[in-house]
């Protein structure tokens, strides 16, 4: 079991930038890939990005290539995603979320993940 906690999430102006953290806790986080979704309201949850257990191999969603960075320190049992230049049609829910292994597929989909936080909300104002 791993339980993921999200801190990091607010309003922000066009332009600016923010940073989520998820904390991990349980079983091993190292050995699990991570992943980044967000939902706006009446609209599915989508991947937003998603890292290896290594940090070594990260993918992201076309929407926010460029301008979202994810990461993860192992030490720390954390995982990250800077975001930068934000537009106003960021603005959602960002989760958290967990694999049972350590590779993250391509085409990663909500499936794909089996733990999720509880969510923060990020709002941009244009």
């Known amino acids: 079991q791993v339980q993921l906690v999200e801190s990091g999430g607010g309003s922000v102006q066009a332009g600016g930038s923010l940073r989520l953290s998820c904390a991990a806790s349980?079983?091993?986080?190292?050995?699990?890939?991570m992943g980044w979704f967000r939902q706006a309201p009446g609209k599915e949850r989508e991947f937003v990005a998603g890292?290896?257990?290594?940090?070594?191999?990260?993918y992201y969603a076309d929407s926010v290539k460029g301008r979202f960075t994810i990461s993860r320190d192992n030490a720390k049992n954390t995982v990250y995603l800077q975001m930068n230049s934000l537009k106003p049609e960021d603005t959602a829910v960002y989760y958290c979320?967990?694999?049972?292994?350590?590779?993250?597929?391509?085409?990663?989909?909500?499936?794909?993940?089996?733990?999720w936080g509880q969510g923060t909300q990020v709002t941009v104002s244009s």
């Open positions: 979320a967990a694999r049972e292994i350590g590779n993250v597929p391509i085409a990663a989909g909500r499936k794909d993940f089996a733990y």
């Open positions: 349980g079983r091993t986080f190292s050995s699990n890939a």
């Open positions: 890292i290896n257990w290594t940090g070594s191999i990260t």
